[in-house]
């Protein structure tokens, strides 16, 4: 009898592990992803925004969804054919969301909605006052217009005119994927008393948030509604310039006819952000960098003093770079979350002694909220087999708990491994992780070929997370083994690790990453040796790129959004600062080292067939370094291919070109492998 029982066990294991599948494009666009997220005054309700994609449609749909805060009664609040999303509680509890570009509020039950701003350039971001009678948004406008009517009347000339040639005058004309054009981003602040709004920002020709290296955490307005605090670059040469700062400014001078005076406070050259009041209004807390032109140094935690103006380095010591940034009730402890090696962890930090303490180390988590009693986080948190999930955990690190589960039917079926970590020695003796992620149904006695991943910035890293264009499991689907080494550059290994990669782009680096190949492919026996690729993309393209031209180790490579030619890139890229620190200022002023460290002074090199992927409305990494590598490796007689999109950027987001990317990258791998 008791072999019987043993045997229905593992028969009916058997049959449960052959109904899993391993996960697919269509599963990787079927999974629902949660977005912002908040917490009602009484803590008893959550509100987010959910993203759902259609690969038919080509596009994705935001609605709001409700839950209880012990993770029950998830029902919806707003689910239209439009984009609801961007929920926000008001002090007495009812819901406010952003709707065709306003600010609406309604009841919980999704009832009695009324529209609260009524502005021609639109409305987002919402920050709400204590008292609910206030709230901070962001608008688009033109710097010289003082009423909303001058800019609807500019935009109409605008689109009129049959001439659409642009006369630029000055640099960061574009960014990112956009133009410019000629608005910027405003901070408007809306009084429900008077049912008015005012321009904060009046006739400035400075972004609120800054157009580069800001977010939407980048203003706060005091417990009284009495003060706004917002981040602001105001830098006469901002394509060269980190230098955000903090302003306040008197909500109560405020008038729509006359320009209201802002007051910096903070000190450094390099970037200042991210302004938090303290609960009993006595601080602001901000993080803020030391080095002016760095985009990736320290971001330390700073505490302004209201009424002494003094500021104070609370994390200075630590070798930690500070995250998102919440207050405790009682205003005594800051908690935040910050790279932690392959993790985004959580920490503690007491304000008055800087006592440090790690509340969650694991996964990746991130947009922190405390929870009315002051006695729990709540946050967003993913792992590299799951996306997005909302949890809580008590302030002290105990009673880790997931709220939400909004993929779990889709998971269920897929088989996922978790990941796994090792460590080589790199450059210099210095210690190296690596991520490994094995096939589903992995079989020990089995060979599989391998995808060596490099990630961008280069100050960044891979991590636990469930990244839903470059996903590990999505790698690893098509029976490979995943590396994904974090070398020199890579943050969350301390200050010193981050900086040895900037005017060493293809030297320490590069070693770490061999070193960490090699050391995979001779420690890992299921690793077929004979069967390895690599893949990177805008940083990890630019490796891609150095590899061609400085090592056959590997079958076959992906280069996506890659630089290719270091000094042509730097003519035509928009955020200047980035290539003067990496180089050591222009190409005319650091001649050697951009042609010391540019892939394309090694072309005589290439022999490695190569995938090319490249967007045209990529400004960060313009598309001629694409159809300048494509050139060289055709001239160069190796197998290679364009993989061109006119309407992406630096990132591939529409559905239907996912699906063509995966598939062009799946086959130019299955055309390299070597049949053993």
């Not at 406010?96 to 309604?106: K, L, M």
């Not at 706004?228 to 903090?246: E, G």
């Not at 901000?286 to 002494?308: H, V």
């Amino acid at each position: 009898m008791q072999k019987l029982i043993i045997f229905l066990i593992l028969t009916t294991f058997t049959l449960n592990a052959q109904e899993k599948r391993a996960i697919t494009i269509d599963d990787l666009w079927s999974m629902k992803r949660i977005g912002a997220f908040d917490i009602s005054p009484d803590g008893k309700t959550i509100a987010f925004d959910l993203t759902e994609y259609s690969m038919e449609q080509n596009k994705g749909n935001k609605d709001i969804w409700l839950i209880d805060s012990d993770g029950t009664n998830m029902r919806v609040f707003k689910n239209s054919e439009a984009n609801e999303g961007s929920p926000k509680f008001t002090h007495d509890g009812k819901l406010s969301y952003e709707f065709d570009s306003q600010i609406w509020v309604a009841d919980l039950n999704g009832k009695n909605d009324k529209r609260v701003t009524d502005i021609y350039s639109g409305a987002s971001g919402v920050r709400w006052s204590d008292d609910g009678n206030k709230f901070l948004f962001t608008s688009k406008v033109y710097p010289d217009c003082k009423t909303q009517e001058c800019n609807k009347n500019k935009d109409e000339a605008k689109e009129n005119d049959p001439v659409k040639a642009r006369i630029f005058t000055e640099l960061m004309y574009k960014h990112w994927n956009e133009w410019r054009g000629d608005k910027r981003s405003h901070l408007f602040l809306m009084d429900l008393n008077k049912n008015e709004y005012f321009d904060l920002n009046l006739s400035s020709t400075f972004d609120v948030p800054p157009i580069a290296l800001g977010s939407s955490h980048d203003y706060d307005i005091s417990p009284d509604g009495k003060e706004a605090a917002f981040t602001m670059n105001t830098s006469d040469f901002l394509a060269s310039s980190t230098n955000n700062d903090l302003f306040i400014i008197n909500l109560n001078e405020v008038s729509k006819a006359a320009e209201t005076p802002y007051k910096k406070i903070s000190q450094s050259e390099g970037n200042d952000n991210q302004p938090v009041y303290s609960p009993d209004g006595k601080y602001i807390a901000f993080r803020s960098m030391s080095r002016a032109g760095f985009e990736a140094d320290k971001q330390k935690l700073m505490l302004y003093d209201r009424e002494t103006g003094e500021i104070k380095n609370v994390s200075g010591y630590l070798d930690i770079s500070i995250g998102e940034i919440i207050w405790s009730k009682d205003s005594k402890t800051i908690f935040y979350n910050a790279a932690n090696e392959i993790y985004e962890s959580i920490y503690s930090i007491d304000i008055s002694t800087g006592k440090n303490e790690i509340v969650l180390k694991e996964r990746v988590n991130s947009s922190l909220q405390l929870s009315s009693d002051g006695n729990k986080i709540f946050f967003k948190q993913e792992r590299n087999n799951l996306p997005h999930e909302i949890f809580s955990i008590n302030t002290d690190g105990t009673g880790l708990k997931q709220i939400t589960f909004v993929n779990k039917e889709l998971l269920s079926k897929i088989e996922m491994n978790d990941i796994e970590t090792f460590w080589s020695e790199g450059a210099e003796g210095a210690k190296v992780q690596s991520i490994l992620v094995k096939p589903p149904f992995f079989d020990p006695a089995k060979k599989y070929p391998l995808i060596f991943l490099i990630h961008g910035g280069p100050q960044g890293h891979w991590n636990d997370d469930f990244h839903h264009r470059w996903n590990t499991q999505m790698f690893a689907s098509q029976e490979y083994v995943v590396v994904a080494p974090n070398p020199r550059g890579s943050t969350g290994y301390g200050q010193k690790f981050t900086d040895e990669i900037s005017k060493d782009w293809g030297g320490k680096v590069y070693i770490d990453l061999m070193n960490a190949y090699d050391y995979a492919v001779a420690n890992f026996d299921f690793i077929d040796n004979k069967n390895t690729f690599a893949a990177g993309a805008s940083y990890g393209g630019y490796m891609i790129n150095w590899i061609e031209g400085h090592t056959d180790r590997f079958n076959a490579l992906v280069s996506h959004a890659g630089v290719f030619n270091i000094t042509s890139k730097y003519g035509v890229t928009e955020e200047l600062w980035f290539p003067e620190w990496e180089f050591g200022g222009a190409p005319w002023e650091n001649r050697e080292l951009y042609e010391k460290w540019s892939p394309h002074m090694y072309v005589k090199n290439f022999k490695t067939p190569m995938l090319v992927i490249h967007g045209a409305n990529d400004f960060r990494v313009p598309e001629g370094q694409a159809f300048e590598l494509f050139t060289a490796l055709q001239k160069m007689g190796v197998e290679s291919k364009l993989l061109y999109y006119p309407d992406e950027y630096h990132f591939i987001v529409k559905p239907q070109n996912a699906k063509l990317w995966w598939n062009t990258v799946y086959d130019w791998f299955e055309e390299f492998k070597v049949k053993n």
